[in-house]
């Protein structure tokens, strides 16, 4: 039984206890008590083992008592539950996506310094050492930052795949499954995207970047591929379109890319085993991976590749081969992925075992052997059910980073969001809030709404 007078961040105490009990059903009961009166947060028990650990809040203003209750909350469970497992999590009490955040919100408004960083995530969250002097590299290289209202990202989404990997939890169809709705669903998106052109010249935006995602991009067939990309007319220095599933880029495919602005391209092995690509249900082999890289360097393209460790089978000696076979091809952009098990995957459905004893060993192997080769993190975030309660890091080398991803990951600039299961979001940074819109999720109930997506956007940036 837990004991705490913290019900309003309920829903984070249970995040919090999944990262050390790993499901919903194996953590214990939480009650909620008036504790203590005023301003004092405090965990009175856990499995009737009497732990109290008790925060004063400082005077402060309403929205620093809030972030400070939640920060007191999850710290004071943390310690009790650390203390009777005897266990202690590489991310500490931290449960969000973006720790990055939190430290550069506590920089910004004057609660630390940049150089104390490392000492604030360590102190405040008892997160680990390895953790924090990661999370502090990655601020200092996010100097590219821009922090204007009038900026914005400009986002397409292309909710289609040539198959469904079984680590996927996106709303994402078969292209076979729905070659009949594809005419109606770019008809519906080029009359979207026209429709937020003259949004934003009508509201005086510029556009810093374009990311075309999905889903698989260049699963659409040429000719709906190039009618999608004619339409995006904006002066960029930075085009990027996921390219992921290799057996879909092919010359032709490249050459429209090329033809229409695009710099950067995202090719991703996942993996360097075709047995393991099998089994994920990936629809390339690895020479798939080396054909389309060979194909991205022939036209200058600048190429992010993702790897993901933690996949079943996978043990320590394959996830070295991986990163050695990536090294080698040195894209200029790596990610690597922590293995999420998430709710609506097939991984989830299958109610698999996933058991890596040395997981978060060797993802510290890999992100420092990777730093070693002359890459540099730049961006991180976490997501739920993901093994190890471990993270995500994107890596750069030569200054090229992908800008989109700080800009989306970090949420700093308002995005542009079109297509089904879009969301598009405002940045408003004087007030420092964020409103987002989402698009419906599927591509029929999107076709027939697109009018009404159309408008959300509009009152969406109203009154920039």
Wanted: glycine letters at 4%; hydrophobic letters at 35%; charged letters at 30%.
């Amino acid at each position: 039984m837990i004991v705490t007078n913290a019900k309003e961040f309920e829903k984070e105490l249970i995040d919090l206890c999944e990262a050390f009990y790993g499901d919903k059903n194996n953590i214990p009961d939480i009650k909620h008590e008036q504790l203590l009166a005023g301003n004092v947060f405090n965990l009175i028990s856990i499995y009737d083992k009497n732990f109290e650990f008790e925060f004063k809040l400082p005077e402060c203003d309403s929205l620093k008592n809030k972030s400070l209750r939640k920060r007191y909350a999850l710290l004071s469970l943390y310690k009790a539950i650390s203390k009777c497992e005897n266990k202690n999590l590489p991310w500490g009490s931290f449960t969000g996506i973006r720790p990055t955040a939190l430290a550069r919100e506590a920089i910004e408004s004057g609660e630390i310094k940049e150089h104390t960083v490392t000492e604030f995530l360590e102190k405040e969250f008892l997160i680990s050492h390895e953790k924090a002097v990661l999370a502090t590299k990655i601020i200092k290289n996010q100097k590219s930052i821009i922090k204007n209202d009038h900026l914005v990202d400009f986002y397409v989404n292309i909710p289609v795949c040539p198959s469904r990997c079984k680590y996927c939890s996106f709303i994402s169809s078969e292209i076979n499954s729905v070659k009949d709705l594809m005419p109606l669903y770019i008809d519906a998106l080029i009359k979207e995207i026209k429709a937020m052109k003259k949004l934003i010249y009508d509201k005086a935006l510029i556009v810093r970047n374009i990311y075309v995602g999905g889903g698989t991009p260049t699963v659409l067939a040429d000719n709906d591929l190039e009618k999608v990309l004619k339409e995006l007319t904006f002066p960029v220095n930075e085009f990027t379109v996921e390219c992921g599933r290799p057996e879909t880029i092919t010359k032709e495919k490249l050459d429209i890319l090329e033809r229409y602005g695009v710099t950067r391209i995202c090719i991703n092995p996942q993996t360097f085993s075709d047995s393991t690509l099998k089994n994920i249900g990936r629809g390339h082999r690895v020479k798939d991976v080396f054909k389309a890289y060979s194909l991205a360097l022939e036209k200058n393209f600048k190429v992010n590749m993702d790897i993901i460790i933690g996949l079943p089978g996978e043990k320590t000696a394959t996830i070295r081969k991986n990163i050695n076979i990536l090294l080698e091809l040195a894209p200029n952009n790596i990610t690597v992925h922590t293995l999420s098990v998430k709710n609506g995957s097939i991984f989830k459905d299958e109610n698999l075992q996933f058991g890596f004893k040395n997981l978060s060993k060797i993802l510290t192997e890999v992100e420092n052997k990777i730093m070693e080769a002359g890459y540099k993190p730049y961006y991180l975030y976490r997501q739920k059910h993901q093994i190890g309660g471990l993270e995500n890091v994107g890596f750069y080398r030569d200054d090229d980073i992908c800008q989109f991803n700080i800009d989306s990951m970090e949420e700093t600039s308002s995005i542009i969001a079109v297509g089904a299961n879009a969301i598009s979001k405002r940045i408003f940074s004087v007030e420092n809030r964020i409103e987002r819109e989402p698009n419906v999720k599927f591509l029929k109930d999107y076709i027939d709404r697109i009018d009404e997506m159309i408008e959300r956007k509009q009152n969406l940036f109203n009154n920039v």
